[in-house]
């Protein structure tokens, strides 16, 4: 029995977690938050929570969190405890000093998927207003950039098609590199809910995961596929569906562009892309695909949801344009029940994507280019903005190592555990003259920075999130800040040091800033999410006040959706005599990415190590029991944790999850990314397992 007291108040915030931005009430008593209530009003949750939003906040009180700014001339002396105007003058100086010596470009910064919308706005300000380049890149690289390609180039806008409550009109699911029952609970549980009703879904994972099988559930297919093998599966889908004739022709023709159907229905009609080609790549039997294919294209309101295990890979942006290719093929797009739904991992993905976080685009996914836009934000800020994409998150870590890219701030991002091939990243870190680290503990990245600014917690500070459906939600103070200033107020107080001459006094105004200059943001104001509880962007006055639930459906925002062929080109990561088992990764219902907040609280006692699942017949073959330690290597690095002997997995695939720093699961994932955005191929590294006796 856990004793808390009688709340004496309450605020209704947003969860800091993942991607479905549940709404709570954080119950207070005087300035001590005694409990999370989901709230029943929150149009993303109706009342409902995981375990993660309910009990694992403890981490806001931890004892490791460090709460006064510390600097250091060089990393390999001790910190020093200073005031914030000293971290302040000391980053200023030395990131001015940078870029007198080695140019303006010398210097960059990395945006977060966990901070608000106005905090990312300000951060992508500092480095295009203060800095004077576009050195901007966000967490979002390393997860959905694919989505940002794919999305964009298909139909015109990176952002999920539907809400949430559109599956509970869906017919026929397909749930592909995803598992929402673990990584997105909330909405996990109302797919559920209408597979109970009688929906039927497909299931495309190597992976057996809960959607296949679980009390009341069977999926009606499961599809198995080899990893690194998603867009031969698009592909083939899509051969049986034009080569069957079961495509909708009157939406195609009225809603795409029909000579670029014409190409791409030429290109997947061919017989290299039938299932039966293609069986050899994904390993899935081609009746099995073709079933499948026609109750998509037969079975009524088809939607699609999607997750890291689309993206993560050599060819995510491919696969991503093969998901909007089938929904377009079957005329699944623009009402409820259907749809395109990548499924956002952290909590302001879609957030700090439209908030002009990528190097390459403004605000709003417009391109740097585009001297129509820059006119914007040029006349409100007055200066004049470059015109040059800037560097990728890799590309500085490249520069870095090379000696042209020399300082960099980094907010709520531990890019050493998160980031791929993490001997990479240290090197480039280890290059810089000025690493910033702006976070609420002393992270691994920390271990190589010169500044680092305390954050705040969720609890602390007032802002938005935007939810994977477009829901924009109100975080608001629960409690005063720990460290005594914001993270927008650290931001404001950099830029100024740099002489930014930033005067905002509230995240409200920023919100306001963003309106303005950002289309897709129009009308969107704190007053106006307090007045409906939420608003999904794109909202107006007249027709749509509480924003715009279901995209695309008079017409694409690009006018014509655009198919695209999906050329299968595996990966360059293949197995062999030395590696010849497939890892691939994700998530547990109680942990959270790499821990850094979860770790810090109760939940880990449900989960206090990242496990190994490997497949009856494959651990038989190595002398692997269950429980047993095992080493786990691939060319890049060697790592030990513990077996899970489970026909979960198929022979030949094994899977771990990421959210224990000793893992160290980066050490063993290669260099290999998305052709397009560069967003590492996370999901396919070839490995050996073998016994051991513990770390
Ligand atoms: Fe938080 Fe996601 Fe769980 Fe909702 S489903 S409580 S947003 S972690």
Known sequence: VIEIGVPEHSVITTCAYCGVGCSFKAEMRGDELVRMVPW???????????????FAWGYAQHKDRILKPMIRDKVE????????????????????GLQETYGKDSIGVITSSRCTNEETYLVQKLTRQVFGNNNTDTCARVCHSPTGYGLGQTFGTSAGTQDFDSVEHSDVIIVIGANPTDAHPVFGSRMKKRLRQGAKIIVIDPRRIDLVKSPHIKAAHHLPLRPGTNVAMLTSLAHVIVTEGLMDEAFIRERCDWDEFQDYAEFVSA??????ALEAATGVPAAEVRAAARLFATGGNGAIYYGLGVT????????????????????????????????????????????????????GYRHVKNPEVREIFESLWGTKLSDEPGLRINNMLDAATEGTFKGIYIQGEDILQSDPDTHHVAAGLKAMDCVIVHDLFLNETANYAHVFLPGSTFLEKDGTFTNAERRINLVREVMKPKTGMADWEVTQALANAMGGNWSYTHPREVMAEIAATTPSFANVSFDRIAQYGSVQWPCNDTTAPEGTPIMHVDGFVRGKGKFIRTEYVATDEKVGPRFPLLLTTGRILSQYNVGAQTRRTDNTAWHPEDLLEIHPQDAEDRGVHDGDFVRLASRTGETTLRAKVTDRVAPGVIYTTFHHPDTQANVITTDYSDWATNCPEYKVTAVQVSPSNGP
């Not at 029943?40 to 309910?54: E, I, L, P, T, Y």
């Not at 017989?271 to 039966?276: A, F, I, K, V, Y």
């Not at 995510?316 to 990548?342: D, E, F, Q, W, Y």
């Open 40 to 54: 029943k009003d929150g149009k993303a949750n109706r009342g409902h929570s995981c375990v993660k939003g309910r």
């Open 77 to 96: 002396e001790p910190w020093r405890e200073v005031e914030w105007d000293e971290a302040f003058s000391f980053a200023a100086k030395r990131l001015r």
């Open 271 to 276: 017989p290299e892309n039938s299932p039966e």
């Open 312 to 363: 993560e890979h050599s060819q995510g942006s491919t696969a991503v344009i093969g998901i909007a290719n089938l929904a377009m093929l079957t005329g699944n797009i623009g009402r409820p029940g259907v749809g395109v739904n990548p499924l956002r991992g952290q909590n302001n993905v879609q957030g700090s994507c439209d908030m002009g976080s990528f190097p390459h685009e403004l605000p």
